[in-house]
Each structure stands twice: as C-alpha cells, then as structure tokens.
C-alpha cells in the first residue's frame, strides 16, 4: 500500500519509524507547522533524515489540502496524533481510507485531553482505540481496541509512557496490516455511551483541599507530568507532582508534617504527600527542599 502519515512529535515519530524499518511504502509525511524558536517536530525530523517529503499545512479543511493529499495517490493515511481538524474530504481520499490513534476506550473519553480524566475521575481502566475517523469528533468505527489497567498510583506520565505510547504504536502498525489484508473491522460506536472532556487546562485543576482525599490524590496524579495540579502558598501559585496518599487528620490544607520523604497536607479523610513541587519562581525541586527554601512549617496552610 501507497502510505501518508499525519501526525506529530514522538509519537508520530515512532510510527513512522516502525513503518520504515518494516520497509513499508511510506510515500509522504504530513506535520503540524513549525513553531517559531521551537526545535523541529522530531516526526519532521526522521522524514527527512529518510528521505521523505513532508508538507505542513496550517489548514486541513481547503481545496489546497485536499488536492495536496490525493497529489501522493495513497492507500492509507495513518493519523498518529493529530491536532487539527481535518475534513472528511481528506480524510476519505485515500483508497482504502484513513485510521487514527486515540488514547480512551472510545466513546469513552472523546476530546483532546482523554488520558488525564479517567485518572482524575478515579477509573480502574482505560485504553486505546483506532478508528476510522470522520466528521465528528472521535466519533468513527473502531478498527482495534487495546484495554490498560490503572494501577492506584498511576500518574498520567506512567499510563502514557509505560502503556498507551509503546502499544499504541503496535496497534497502528497492526491497523495498518489489517486495512492490508482487505477485510479490516469497522466497529460503530455506541454514540449513548459517549463521554466527552475538553482540554484538561489549568482552570480545572486548582487543589481543594476540602474534598475527599482520594478525590484530590485522583487529581494529582492524573495531571503529571501536564498540566500539573496546583495550589497557593502565601498567595503564589505552586503545581504539584509526584506524591502518594497517607493515613492523616487535621483541616483541610493544613500542613501536618515535613520530611526529607515530602510535605503531608491533610484532605477529607485523609492526607497527601506531596514529594515534587514546582514554586511560582522557580522549576520543579523536591518538595523537601521547598520546604527549606520557603521557610513553609507544620501548622502553616495551602490553599489561603
């Protein structure tokens, strides 16, 4: 098959270089526009070191783009983590159609930032789909599934990188072989079971140390390493990464312990230790050393 890849960053990367070691026929490559002072895409950056062409519209929804996908007479675009929309005009070009790579058990958790929620809203598992995308958002046929357990003090870092990044590269390569074999699955989804979140930013993930302290470990951890939960010390905003949950009493916020092990910060019906920090001043440190730089002491509160 005649093949397009569209994607980004390391993901993309790592497809296509799974697609090229294979000796598949990648004939184009397709990337997010450059960013002004930003190093190149590392997905660009193999294309080229390979030999491959790569265009990089900023828009998927004109007639340019569309002439410019038909221009390679693909087989197949493979979409390896795409942020712009594209139409259904381009999606549909190739022959034998698009499949995309999407981090949730879809319907599950359609939208941009669908590895954070299921952490934050406590799930037990979540997955991966490719899918056949259309004009909806996430709304396609299923080709492949691929479930993943979320262990109690999983983060979004260690699902991602440890699961979803290294089977979801396996999964396109199996698409791509399943489309190849003429009778690929296209599984429709059951639109009633739909979730959808939109980008998981900052306003969403400020601390309130009044809820429950699973609730609040949830939210820690589904946001690290991006976009960090946070909270305020002495007025100044600080994000919080790593921690673990701790048997602990005292009012919601309150600081009631220090350690070289981190800072213990008491929630409803428990308490959260918090082992890496990043100051409103300065980058990510131990949270020990937080301790020692800003003058913090038990007894003093987060979140005033």
């Known amino acids: 098959m005649r093949l397009v890849i569209h994607g980004q960053q390391a993901f993309g990367k790592a497809v296509l270089e799974r697609l090229i070691e294979r000796g598949d026929n990648v004939v184009g490559v397709f990337c997010a526009p450059d960013k002004e002072g930003r190093p190149l895409d590392p997905l660009k950056e193999c294309a080229l070191e390979n030999g491959l062409t790569v265009h990089q519209p900023t828009s998927w929804k004109t007639d340019e783009a569309l002439e410019l996908m038909k221009s390679f007479k693909p087989d197949l675009c493979v979409m390896a983590y795409v942020t712009l929309f594209v139409s259904q005009e381009v999606i549909d070009a190739p022959t034998r159609g698009t499949i995309q790579y999407h981090p949730s058990l879809l319907p599950l958790h359609r939208g941009p930032s669908s590895i954070n929620w299921p952490i934050i809203q406590g799930a037990k598992k979540t997955g991966l789909s490719i899918f056949w995308p259309d004009a909806g958002l996430d709304e396609g046929p299923i080709l492949i599934q691929k479930e993943v357990d979320i262990g109690p003090d999983d983060t979004l870092g260690s699902i991602y990188f440890n699961h979803l990044f290294p089977m979801g590269v396996d999964a396109m390569i199996e698409g791509v072989d399943l489309v190849n074999s003429g009778s690929p699955p296209r599984i429709d989804q059951n639109h009633e079971n739909a979730t959808y979140e939109s980008w998981c930013r900052k306003d969403d993930v400020e601390v309130d140390w009044s809820r429950p302290a699973q609730e609040v470990y949830n939210l820690i951890r589904g946001t690290n390493p991006q976009p960090g939960a946070w909270t305020t010390f002495q007025g100044n905003e600080l994000k919080l990464f790593d921690?673990?949950?701790?048997?602990?009493?005292?009012?919601?916020?309150?600081?009631?312990?220090?350690?070289?092990?981190?800072?213990?910060?008491?929630?409803?019906?428990?308490?959260i230790l918090i082992q890496r920090v990043r100051p409103h001043d300065a980058g990510k440190i131990a949270a020990h050393e937080f301790v020692e730089n800003y003058s913090l002491s038990v007894g003093a509160s987060f979140g005033l």
């Open 243 to 271: 921690s673990n949950m701790v048997d602990a009493n005292g009012a919601p916020g309150v600081i009631i312990n220090t350690s070289n092990d981190g800072i213990v910060v008491a929630a409803d019906g428990g308490g």
